[in-house]
């Protein structure tokens, strides 16, 4: 069940139309933080939104014409239902997806807009994919492996071809980890063409199965927490990828949730690419100084773009808060005219845009005569934050420390 690079080239070979070749695009910010010469990988605009459509395609393109009659299934959180939901279009194939219950919406009607049928069930990928099983049996369905099996390694390593094509002198690549079937197909490619390269997988903290099965000399399986990452909640490795992955990979490293949100954001504002969190970690693990590449030529993997709009706003407000660039405070004020016109006037000093104010008169902590107000300001970063703080010391309300800054008169005692 190995994979070589004779069976990534031939996958590329059997691509169609459908499989596009993404750029690779130099970010000067992230060189800039990290002091090497960093490329994103750009999958996320992939057809469908994700490196998945390349395994699908490979693994449906090699059925037999007995086999496509029986028609495919696969289960997947989103990025592989929509690959094999296209693939199986392209190829003339019926597809039946399994998506677990929580699936973001986005993930579940684009891949019913490509014509695949769609079962909701569980509560995570390893009940999906135990339901797919059992619909396989009763069917007669041939089922397509989200990674674990061969062709679709084979077709995920086709995204080395394309990065060594294009930087051919590269030092490291950094790839997110669910499954394992990315790493293990760029890792064998790596290792027959560039093979100097360091191969480093990033995985989130609530999802830590291949790092722990490597660890433990032995595949295991470790059971997701909820993660902004879903489209890497996957248990751990399976017998075709965690063989290839103790051979190919060199370093695996995990980010945490905060860091995957600071990615998304400052990919979003900066290289303007929408990328879901399964996409960010590889970002955030440069972010984080979680890998050491100063002065090296380093591609990170951007695996999807599929955020929901919803998830993507509170992401951006998350990851905002989390760098210091929004700062949340409550101020205590005397109940009578002219009080907010002061506030006001001490935030507007200090170059702080307020972005919402919320006011309380009425509350079981509030005497009479006293009103609080809750504010959510737009700073520049965490040192402007406490410009601002200062600037209301001195304009004469104290602080108090509690879950977020409080500020009363000093008066109040």
């Excluded at 909701?120 to 797919?132: S, V």
């Excluded at 307020?354 to 509350?363: A, C, E, M």
Aim: charged share 20%.
């Amino acid at each position: 069940m190995s994979v070589t690079i004779d069976d990534i080239r031939a996958a590329a070979a059997r691509f169609d139309a459908g499989v596009r070749r993404t750029p690779l695009l130099l970010s000067t910010t992230l060189s800039a933080m990290s002091c090497a010469d960093v490329r994103l990988k750009a999958e996320n605009l992939q057809h469908t939104g994700s490196f998945k459509i390349r395994g699908a395609s490979n693994r449906i393109g090699a059925l037999t014409a007995k086999e496509r009659a029986r028609g495919v299934i696969a289960a997947s959180a989103g990025n592989h239902a929509q690959g094999v939901a296209v693939a199986a279009r392209g190829h003339g194939v019926r597809a039946t997806i399994v998506m677990p219950v929580a699936t973001p919406l986005a993930k579940v009607e684009a891949t019913r807009g490509y014509g695949a049928e769609i079962v909701l069930h569980g509560e995570g990928y390893e009940d999906a994919r135990t339901e797919a099983a059992r619909l396989a049996a009763a069917r007669g369905l041939i089922e397509i492996a989200a990674f674990d099996d061969p062709l679709i390694v084979a077709g995920q390593g086709t995204v080395a071809l394309e990065i060594i094509d294009d930087l051919p002198d590269l030092d490291a690549v950094i790839v997110p980890v669910g499954g394992g079937g990315l790493i293990s197909g760029i890792g064998v490619a790596m290792r027959a063409l560039a093979p100097k390269a360091r191969v480093i997988g990033v995985q989130v903290e609530a999802a830590t199965g291949a790092k722990a099965s490597l660890a433990a000399g032995h595949a295991m399986l470790v059971h997701p927490a909820p993660t902004i990452a879903e489209g890497v909640a996957v248990g751990g490795p399976g017998a075709v990828t965690f063989p290839l992955m103790q051979r190919v990979v060199d370093e695996m490293v995990v980010v945490g949730e905060d860091e995957v949100a600071q990615a998304m954001v400052l990919l979003l504002e900066r290289s303007k690419l929408v990328v879901e969190g399964a996409g960010a970690v590889g970002v955030a693990a440069l972010m984080g100084g979680h890998v050491q590449v100063a002065g090296e030529r380093v591609a990170v993997l951007l695996s999807g773009g599929n955020v929901d709009i919803n998830m993507l706003a509170r992401v951006v407000e998350h990851g905002l808060t989390q760098a210091g660039r929004y700062f949340a405070l409550t101020v205590g004020l005397d109940d009578k005219p002219g009080q907010l016109v002061v506030l006001s006037s001490v935030l507007s000093a200090t170059g702080a845009n307020i972005l919402s104010v919320t006011h309380h008169r009425f509350g079981i902590n509030l005497p009479v005569g006293r009103v609080h107000v809750e504010l959510l300001l737009e700073v520049r970063n965490r040192t402007h934050a406490a410009e601002v703080a200062a600037a209301l010391e001195g304009a004469g309300f104290a602080r108090q420390i509690g879950r977020q800054p409080e500020f009363v008169p000093a008066a109040w005692g």
